[in-house]
């Protein structure tokens, strides 16, 4: 199948959280895939390409209103529509 609209250029940083002021809401329409050193990350919160490094949520640790705490892992980003 073949898609008739035309999907956003990804931003050099995208966050998930609504509140950030890098959420891009039209990116969110369409599956995002990240790619950490060459491997694909699924739990990405938020990524920054020209700085190399993502944010991804601490398995136990929250902070104070109960969000998971971010945990920043630095490499090679790539960003890419699925």
Do not use: Q
């Not at 035309?6 to 950030?20: I, K």
């Not at 699924?42 to 104070?64: H, M, N, Q, T």
């Amino acid at each position: 199948m073949t898609d008739t609209t035309s999907r956003p250029t990804l931003p050099d940083h995208l966050a998930g959280n609504p509140r950030s002021p890098f959420f891009l809401e039209a990116a969110f329409e369409f599956e995002i895939g990240i790619l950490l050193n060459g491997k694909e990350r699924f739990d990405v919160e938020e990524y920054c390409i020209s700085e190399g490094w993502v944010k991804v949520p601490s398995p136990k640790a929250l902070d104070r209103r109960g969000n998971p705490m971010l945990i920043t892992l630095k490499g090679t980003v790539e960003a890419f529509y699925k």
